[in-house]
């Protein structure tokens, strides 16, 4: 009997964890620990926006944070750019305390927060690179190359030398993305920074993170785009209630929940259906034109299950692994609209 | 060196901002028009009174208040400096805010000795008591560390936005009126007790003034004191300004107001 994956590799024995990606061993670009961060409120408790998170990013890591509305990762993400100080815990960015050094740490750093404020919008785009570059202390030659270079990467060259205010959403969110990199900064935080930005320049953004990895940057990307974070991201974490509930690797992900999370058969046998349906295990059994879909509620149920199939003479089947979605709504549960 | 580059970058961007409002034309038409009309209605009261002496202190006063005037303005530029919600981003980078923040309005300066010299000059003129070029390159230096000093202390003022929001107004029409009143732009000095004389000294415009007055009569020997003490004043506001960003930069982390939101 062959069992496919749904990629076409062969899945040997169900269930193998992904072996951890390795990073090399030195100071880590990010590390976090115990993260806590109030926030006061009148007349009643505090918020904890963060609640002991813990997280370290390796040098050169594309890591992705994913969470609900309220998780907690722009309160993060601005700890760890100097914004805000925590409440208790530590945070170090390059091996810098980010409050007892942040000086050391605002010199390494580009911070792209979604939306469209934060800009001059009565300058043209250039202007404003050229601006916040002698803020970031870039050499003024350098400067000038850099900014027509990230100018024509976002795709903005054209509307450079037009005011802020006329842009569209999306320029600006480009805009924001060209000023965080034009310090050359050795760690990002991106806060949800394709944003308003139509498809294909959401492509290209991943196109330019891809370069930016290769160029061996750190990058902190919260987004809710679970495409993204699978495209982009060596690693993601699934933060929760200001807490970090489990990080791998997108591709490893599937394991948080269970390497396989059903079967899928080249057969529509109401039949073999109806006797699968009684599995002990078995979640569901959708048949659709050709295909047979099982669900199964864990690993352990799946032996019962394949020795069936092969009494029934089924050899050819697919695993249904869960994309980085389902982990998602299964990790985080499936809260509604409740924040 | 660095700094100065920043500075002169922050200058420039404030420039930029400037004249995205105005261009030459319309800061003469708008602008310029009226505040010469405002000096020329000043003098006016002095020559109905008969007296040139009270015309020459009315027009000159008022002439050189506009210096101050503008300096104010830095309270605008700071609160459409947090509206634009730069200030989270700005407090990430390696350059201090209270930097960009006092460097970013300078333009001001330039603009508000630019007003009051051009006000001056054109009204004295009108009035008929013209100022000769060597006195009057003396009389607009002297305008030019009026201003500086005034902006010193608008940007100080501006700065309390940042601290506590939606005092705007009241900041502008307070420090204005604070100016005009103590500083000896439509009454002299000595009309006031001792207490409010001494509130007045500390202010940008009143001694600064004071030399102005002193270089337009041709006295500018005597002029050199106040000057400097104005500048001296000027340098008093930009170092409680410089702390006062640098604390409340420290608060916003603390807090957690350093935001976006307006
Ligand atoms: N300035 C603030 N004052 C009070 N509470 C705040 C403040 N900022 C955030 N919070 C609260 O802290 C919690 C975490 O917010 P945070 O913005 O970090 O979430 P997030 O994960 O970025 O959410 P989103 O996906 O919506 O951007 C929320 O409960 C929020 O209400
Ligand atoms: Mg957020």
Redesign the pocket.
């Known amino acids: 009997m062959t069992v496919v994956t749904r990629d076409a590799v062969t899945l040997a024995p169900f269930g193998v964890p992904e072996p951890e990606l390795q990073y090399s061993a030195g100071t880590p670009a990010i590390a976090a620990v115990d993260l806590v961060?109030e926030?006061?409120?009148k007349r009643k408790d505090p918020?904890r926006?963060?609640q002991g998170l813990s997280l370290t990013v390796a040098q050169g890591e594309v890591h992705g944070?994913l969470?609900?509305?309220?998780?907690?990762?722009?309160?993060?993400?601005?700890i760890l750019s100097t914004i805000l100080l925590p409440t208790s815990g530590q945070a170090t960015v390059c091996g810098h305390d980010v409050v007892r050094h942040g000086r050391d740490v605002r010199e390494l750093i580009g911070v792209v927060m979604?939306g469209d404020r934060g800009l001059y919008t009565r300058l043209t785009g250039r202007q404003n690179l050229e601006f916040w570059g002698a803020l970031q202390k870039v050499p003024r030659k350098v400067l000038r190359s850099r900014t027509e270079h990230l100018l024509e990467r976002l795709g903005l060259a054209a509307k450079a030398d037009a005011r802020v205010e006329t842009y569209s959403r999306g320029m600006k969110q480009r805009l924001h993305l060209a000023r965080g990199l034009i310090g050359d900064a050795r760690v990002l935080f991106l806060?949800?920074p394709t944003m308003g930005m139509d498809p294909v320049a959401a492509r290209e953004f991943r196109k330019l993170i891809g370069e930016l990895r290769d160029e061996q940057r750190t990058i902190l990307l919260?987004t809710?785009d679970m495409t993204e974070a699978e495209s982009l991201c060596d690693r993601v974490s699934f933060?929760r209630d200001?807490t970090v509930v489990a990080t791998r690797s997108p591709h490893a992900v599937a394991g948080l929940v269970s390497a396989v999370q059903g079967l899928e058969l080249d057969s529509a046998d109401a039949a073999l259906a109806a006797t699968l349906a009684e599995v002990p295990g078995v979640t569901s059994v959708t048949t659709d034109g050709a295909t047979t879909r099982i669900l199964v509620r864990s690993q352990d149920d799946f032996p019962r299950l394949l020795h069936l199939l092969a009494d029934h003479g089924v050899t050819s089947l697919r695993t249904l692994r869960p994309s980085l979605e389902d982990v998602y709504v299964r990790l985080i549960g499936d809260r509604g609209l409740e924040? | 060196m660095n700094l100065l580059l920043i500075i002169r970058r922050a200058f420039w961007l404030g420039a930029r901002d400037y004249t995205a409002i105005f261009t030459w034309k319309t800061w003469l038409t708008n602008w310029f028009v009226r505040v010469v009309a405002q000096v020329s209605f000043f003098a006016l009261i002095g020559r109905m009174l008969g007296d040139p002496g009270q015309t020459q202190f009315l027009l000159v006063g008022n002439a050189v208040l506009l210096a101050a005037m503008v300096g104010m303005y830095a309270v605008n530029m700071v609160s459409w400096e947090r509206n634009a919600g730069t200030l989270p981003l700005l407090a990430a980078g390696p350059t201090h805010p209270a930097v960009v923040l006092t460097a970013r309005g300078s333009y001001l300066i330039l603009d508000g000795t630019l007003s009051a010299s051009g006000a001056l000059l054109v009204t004295a003129h009108l009035f008929g008591m013209p100022l000769p070029w060597p006195r009057a390159a003396i009389v607009i230096a002297l305008i030019a560390v009026v201003a500086a000093s005034a902006y010193c202390f608008g940007i100080l003022a501006g700065s309390l936005l940042l601290g506590f929001r939606s005092i705007q107004t009241i900041v502008t029409n307070v420090g204005l009126v604070t100016l005009m009143t103590l500083c000896g732009v439509n009454v002299p000095l000595d009309f006031y007790p001792e207490p409010m004389r001494w509130v007045a000294s500390v202010l940008p415009l009143t001694n600064g003034l004071v030399a102005v007055r002193l270089a337009v009569t041709g006295q500018w020997q005597a002029a050199l004191f106040p000057a400097a003490w104005e500048a001296l004043v000027g340098i008093g506001w930009l170092t409680l300004c410089l702390l006062m960003v640098t604390a409340l930069v420290r608060r916003g982390r603390r807090h957690?107001?350093l935001?976006y939101a307006s």
């Open positions: 961060r926030y006061p409120r918020v926006a963060l944070l969470g609900p509305n309220g998780a907690g990762k722009t309160t993060l993400v601005k979604g806060d949800e919260a809710h933060v200001g924040v | 957690g107001t935001d």
